[in-house]
C-alpha cells in the first residue's frame, strides 16, 4: 500500500514527537558529558645555551621549532620520544646558527618528520650544510615561509587542527626582501611564529633582533601575545621597548644555559620585561617551561621553581698534563687547532664556523687533539 504524501508526513512527524517524548520520558537515559578536549600544549625544552620548543596541538599535530645545541641533541631525542608517537608534523629551524640546529639531527634520527622549513637565508657553515642533506634524505617536504602570490599581504598560515594555528610573521621573501646589513643578518631574519588557539596567542620570535621589531611593527601586525618566547636567549639586541609594548606579555620564557659566556639574559633585557608586567621564566633556573592553552586561559609551569635551581657544578681540576704534553692555553696560538669555549663541554677545530658565533673571552687552546681530549668531548658539528 503506498501512503498519501499528507499522511507520510503526519506518519514522520508521529514518529519525531514519539521519540522527543520518549527521550525526554523518566526512563531516558542521560546524554553522556563530552569530555574537553585536550589542550594546546607548548614545551620549551631546556637545551642548555640555545632554542627548542615542541608544540603539540589539541588534535595531536607536533610541531618541533630548533633543536638547541649539538651536546643536547641525545637528550632531546629521549624528550622527543616521551612526547611524540609517530614523525613530526613539522620540523621549524628559525635560523642557521648551530645552538638552534644541533640537536636537529637527533632528533630526526629519533622520531623523524613529514616536513621541514627554515627561511631559506644561505648560512656557509658545514653543520647546516650536513642538516640540508640529512633532511632531503629522511623528510619528505622541504619548506619555505613564502607568502601567497594571490595574497602576499597575508601571512602564511599552518594548521594544527581543533583552531590551532600559526602564522608566519617573518621572513617574507620574496614579497619583502631578506634584511640586510644588520648586526646579524641570520639572526635579524629569522623565522617570527604567532600561535594562536581561541583567544590565546603566544609568539615565538628565534633569535629576531631590533630591525625584525622594527620592520613587524613597520607592518602593523598583530603582535599581541600571553606569552613571549624571548629572542636571542634574553640579550641585548632584541626585546625592544617599542616592540615589548605591542606584544604585552604576562609570560615570557627564556632558553639559555647556567653560567653560559654571553651574560645572557642581560639585566637590560630582564628590566624592559619587568617593565611590561611580565613573569620571566628562564630554562637555566627552572629547567623545561610548559604552557598550556584551552582557548580561553593561557598557564604557564616550569619543572622546578627558581629557590630549587641547583648551583652550577664545580669543575674539577683538571689531571696533570704528562712532560711530554703540551699545556693548554688561553693565549690564542695559530699553532692551536683546537678550542674549547668557556663552559662548554666540547672542543672544535679552530676553523669551526660555529666559533665565528661565539666570544672571544675565555677560550683555551689546545696543542693537540689528545690534549683537548683530556678534557672535553668532540664537537658534533666539526667532528675535530
Not at 620585561?273 to 592553552?293: C, I, K, N, P, Y
Amino acid at each position: 500500500m503506498t501512503l498519501a504524501p499528507s499522511r507520510l508526513l503526519s506518519l514522520l512527524c508521529a514518529l519525531l514527537l514519539a521519540g522527543s517524548a520518549a527521550a525526554s520520558g523518566p526512563l531516558a537515559a542521560a546524554a553522556p558529558a563530552t569530555p574537553p578536549p585536550p589542550p594546546l600544549t607548548v614545551h620549551f625544552f631546556d637545551v642548555g645555551q640555545g632554542d627548542a620548543a615542541l608544540i603539540v596541538s589539541p588534535s595531536g599535530k607536533t610541531v618541533l621549532i630548533d633543536g638547541g645545541p649539538p651536546e643536547a641533541g641525545p637528550a632531546l631525542a629521549r624528550r622527543l620520544k616521551e612526547l611524540v608517537k609517530g614523525p613530526l608534523d613539522l620540523v621549524i629551524l628559525t635560523h642557521p646558527h648551530l645552538d638552534h640546529l644541533g640537536g636537529l639531527p637527533d632528533a630526526l634520527e629519533a622520531v623523524g618528520a613529514r616536513r621541514y622549513m627554515d627561511p631559506g637565508f644561505d648560512h656557509p657553515s658545514r653543520a647546516y650544510r650536513d642538516l640540508l642533506t640529512l633532511v632531503g634524505a629522511r623528510v619528505g617536504q622541504v619548506l619555505t615561509p613564502t607568502p601567497d602570490p594571490l595574497h602576499p599581504e597575508v601571512p602564511v598560515q599552518v594548521g594544527l587542527g581543533a583552531g590551532v594555528s600559526l602564522s608566519i610573521l617573518w621572513p617574507r621573501v620574496p614579497v619583502e626582501p631578506f634584511l640586510a646589513h644588520t648586526r646579524s643578518d641570520a639572526n635579524s631574519n629569522s623565522i617570527v611564529v604567532r600561535l594562536t588557539y581561541g583567544r590565546t596567542a603566544m609568539l615565538l620570535v628565534g633569535d629576531a633582533e631590533k630591525d625584525t621589531e622594527e620592520r613587524l611593527l613597520a607592518e602593523h601586525r598583530d603582535l599581541s601575545a600571553a606569552l613571549l618566547k624571548v629572542a636571542h636567549h634574553g640579550g641585548g639586541y632584541s626585546s625592544t621597548v617599542p616592540f615589548l609594548e605591542a606584544v604585552r606579555p604576562r609570560f615570557a620564557v627564556i632558553s639559555c644555559g647556567a653560567g653560559n659566556d654571553y651574560g645572557h639574559p642581560s639585566p637590560e633585557t630582564l628590566a624592559r620585561l619587568r617593565a611590561v608586567g611580565a613573569e620571566v621564566l628562564r630554562t637555566d633556573l627552572q629547567g623545561e617551561v610548559t604552557a598550556q592553552s584551552d582557548g580561553t586561559q593561557l598557564t604557564v609551569s616550569a619543572a622546578r621553581p627558581p629557590s630549587a635551581a641547583p648551583a652550577p657544578p664545580a669543575r674539577a681540576a683538571s689531571a696533570p698534563a704528562p712532560a711530554t704534553a703540551a699545556p693548554a692555553t688561553t693565549v690564542p696560538s695559530a699553532k692551536a687547532p683546537y678550542v674549547g669555549l668557556k663552559g662548554s663541554p666540547v672542543f672544535h677545530r679552530a676553523d669551526c664556523p660555529s666559533l665565528a658565533h661565539a666570544s672571544t673571552k675565555g677560550r683555551t687552546y689546545y696543542p693537540t687533539r689528545e690534549a683537548a681530549a683530556r678534557e672535553r668531548r668532540p664537537a658534533k658539528d666539526c667532528h675535530p
